[in-house]
């Protein structure tokens, strides 16, 4: 067996189902669960449509490197969205099954980890695949825990670095002015900058969208993309978690090396989900009303949740990342206990680093559940909260 699987730590859920194990949830309430970023609004009809119309894709092997409209549908939506020159579709841009998957994959593809001394940078707290790709690529974790300044990280021997905007579970969003800095690490220490931007249209401010580090590199006159491959997904942006879809694009060369690994690994996304995922790059109408709909939650949610609690508007996501008056795993026990919603401890998305576990004190919300189960939540969370 590979030895680097014992250096992996429990998933999340993992925990969460050890922490609440013996806990009887109060039966005189119905269950809500806003643990998991799952996406519960519908899948648009016209990804739909354009799955079932592409089913005799399944009678060919598809390509690993996509069909040329879907890169080609990517780019032009890439363009659209971050004011970009055209990209390359055939060299800048590369179909993947969700952007869970990539994200573990590229680190494989990156790290060189001759001589033990490898380094990968992640944001704390933080998505576990991150840590987890690091990990299994042979490489050792560091950590930029939240509101860390970039400078205060020791960046030597770092050879990739994950970085999260909108932030899971925070909502953050890059400036331009973090973005400059980071790109002036990446120059001084030579690492590869993966941008997980899933949460990218998830935003609130529809004159204020959060930056791709595409564009933050184009902004600042960087050309070519050099040692940045950004990654995105259909799933929070359409609904569409069960399609398995997205993309990287970025730095040609990087690109280049990672479809040889994806060929060799055997990820190559099916034509019928090709062709849906074409339709849904090429419109934003759905994309708005999913917008409305969690912008209409947020506004019911937020005004119930006050002290002893302490959270605020995310920049970006679906999350609420809730600071709790007692420990997190206990505040998330007892919420099952008493009053029936499940929620995630914030510990348990974060490691100590740097003398701190900054996830510790909070819960992550997930407003992915209806309206009214997301208010009745918000309600039962404050009465417990009141309550201690």
Known sequence: MNPLLGRLQPYPFEKLRALLAGVTPNPALDPINLSIGEPKHPTPDLLKAALA???????????????????????????????????????????VNGSREALFAF????????????????????????????????AQPVFLNDGMALDALDWRGVQL?????????????????????LFELSDRHGFIIASDECYSELYYDEGNPPLSALQAAHQLGRRGFARIVAFSSLSKRSNAPGMRSGFVAGDSEILKRFLLYR?????????????????????????????????????????LIGPPLATSMPQGGFYLWVRTPI?????????????NVLVLPGSFLAREAHGANPG??????????????????AQRLSQLARSL
């Open 53 to 95: 119309g592409a089913l005799d894709g399944l009678a060919a092997y598809p390509p690993t490197a996509g069909t040329p409209a879907l890169r080609e549908a990517i780019a032009a939506w890439l363009a659209r969205r971050y004011a970009l020159p055209p990209l390359d579709a055939a060299t800048q841009v590369l179909p």
């Open 263 to 303: 060929t060799y690994h055997g990820s190559a996304m099916s034509l019928p989900v090709q062709q849906a995922s074409v339709a849904a790059w090429g419109d934003e109408e759905h994309v708005r009303a999913n917008r409305r709909l969690y912008a209409e939650k947020y506004r019911a949610v937020l005004p």
């Open 360 to 377: 510790r004190n909070h819960v992550r919300i997930a407003l992915v559940a209806p309206l009214a189960e997301c208010v009745e939540a």
């Open 107 to 138: 680190a494989q593809t990156v790290i060189d980890p001759s001589g033990g001394a490898a380094r990968v940078a992640c944001p704390n707290p933080f998505y576990q695949i991150y840590e987890g790709a690091a990990l299994l690529a042979g």
């Open 161 to 181: 670095a994950y970085i999260c905007s909108p932030g899971n579970p925070t909502g953050r969003v890059l400036r331009l002015e973090d973005w400059k800095r």
């Open 327 to 339: 420990d997190d795993a206990a505040f998330a026990r007892e919420l099952l206990r008493q009053y």
